[in-house]
């Protein structure tokens, strides 16, 4: 009998990954569609851990213009691949293992099929290279029951990775440096509307002169 008791002011996290891949099918035809990509929509653990001690099944709502769009994935890889030629919201549905008594939970992501940045500055993106749109997030449970606590007590493997390499793409390094891009934009704004007050203030002050 598992216990429902749940925690008081206790709550636990776990992180996720989850977003898309694709790539140009440059010509190759997929039978007699129009369709010019190849993507997998996943969810993931980080360093590639099995989530499936907490995840139950994942459902991804495709887009109408695809056959059965309601996919629903019952065992890892929790992931989709499909082709396709156009981008769209993929509403994506998590379902947490039964002891849980947790109610599933509900995530959005935009289905990217083109690059809309350079491949480093000044330069193109290369046609072959595939095009991803991950983002990290940590499901946080509050006040679980006590029975799934000690399951992502017990489970859990991973910590989110210190440095950044090619294949951690989030990492404590990689938020540190997010951390400073935003610090630094603030800072511009802030300079920016600091000379906009004071051209205003100037302006102000000759039209009222005349
Ligand atoms: C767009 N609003 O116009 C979006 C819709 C739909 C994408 C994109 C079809 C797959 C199929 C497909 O790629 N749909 O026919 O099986 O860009």
Known sequence: MTSLKRMKGIAISRPIIYGNSA????????????????WTISVRGINNEDISYFVRKVAFKLHDTYDNPNRVIEKPP????????????II?????VQASGEKPLTLYHRLKLHPYEEDGPGNPWPKQKPVTSYAYDEIVFNEPVDSFYNIL?????????????????????????????IDKAIKTTAQEIAKHRERCKRLEAELSAK
Not at 23 to 38: E, I, M
């Open 23 to 38: 790539t140009p099918l440059n010509g190759k035809k997929v039978g007699d569609s129009d369709h010019t990509h190849r």
């Open 78 to 89: 929790f992931e989709v691949t499909e082709t396709g030629w156009g981008e769209f919201d």
């Open 92 to 96: 994506i549905k998590i379902h947490f």
């Open 153 to 181: 007590q017990d489970n859990s493997t991973s910590n989110i990775p210190l440095k950044k390499t090619p294949h951690h793409q989030f990492s404590l390094q990689a938020e540190q440096e997010e951390i400073e891009r």
